[in-house]
């Protein structure tokens, strides 16, 4: 049964042992897709970005760098593994995607990885993001997708995998198959420009295998008592996310972009 809990109440908590470490290891292995995606939008020195669900703070560090002359805003409903502040070379703010807002037309790019697909009100939430965009300006989603897991050839493997995906859509809401349907949410959202590309980084003893070894060490309890998960599959799961020889795939990251039309 779906619970009332949002992502970082409980689960995914940033304040959890092991959450940063988890952040971190999420960063290393989306960065270099992320940058490579925001690299084909026409960013400008001047623009005012947005970067929601900053966690770390490397996006909004990276578009430091590339708006000198703008302004960057880096948002979490938890700011508490940001750099210290005299470090960033970005303004950090508290705040919640699904009840705060910002006045329209106030960001030339919005970016948004890895948050709209733990929203009960994902496209909604979507809507109200795209309003927050000038004329002209551009939005980028990233999301999560279950869809690599099924085809793993590691039967345990992919058992426990796809028990995780299930897990956090029972637990939290999170929907693990809607990047699979980008661009079409944009185009709800009125955006015009759309394009969609995905990236998948593979497991072992890698970033995302640290990534999702550290998820399934928060979800274990559920994995054990409501999904038929064993004690030997994840001591299985736990030693071949260690192994360097191991190789398998996880969950995509799908990016979507596009821009507000001017009028």
Not at 126 to 143: E, F, H, K, S, T
Not at 194 to 223: I, N
């Amino acid at each position: 049964m779906e619970r009332d809990e949002q992502y970082g109440e409980e689960l995914f908590a940033h304040g959890r042992r092991g959450e940063a470490a988890r952040l971190a290891a999420l960063a290393a292995a989306l960065d270099d897709s992320t940058f490579r995606w925001l690299e084909r939008l026409p960013v400008r020195p001047n623009w005012r970005c947005l970067d929601i669900g900053t966690g770390t703070g490397t996006v909004a560090a990276w578009l430091s760098r590339r708006c000198p002359d703008g302004r960057v805003v880096a948002t979490d409903r938890d700011t508490a593994l940001l750099p210290p502040a005299a470090e960033r070379g970005w303004e950090t703010l508290e705040h919640d995607v699904t009840v705060d807002g910002f006045p329209d037309g106030s960001f030339d790019l919005i970016h948004v990885r890895w948050v709209l697909s733990h929203l009960r009100d994902r496209e909604a939430v979507l809507a109200r993001i795209v309003r927050w965009l000038a004329p002209g300006g551009w939005v980028l989603i990233q999301d999560l997708d279950r869809f690599p897991i099924a085809s793993s050839p590691h039967p345990v493997y992919r058992k426990v995998s796809e028990a995780m995906c299930d897990a956090v859509e029972a637990r939290i809401g999170t929907d693990t198959s809607w990047a699979r349907t980008f661009p079409a949410p944009l185009r709800r959202a009125g955006l015009i420009d759309l394009d969609t590309e995905a990236f998948v980084a593979p497991t072992g003893a890698t970033a995302m295998g640290r990534f999702w070894l550290g998820s399934a060490d928060q979800l274990r309890g559920d994995l054990l008592e409501q999904f038929a998960v064993t004690e030997p599959e994840l001591r299985y799961m736990h030693e071949q996310m260690v192994n360097p020889s191991y190789r398998d795939f996880a969950l995509a990251s799908v990016a979507a972009w596009g821009r507000r039309p001017e009028r």
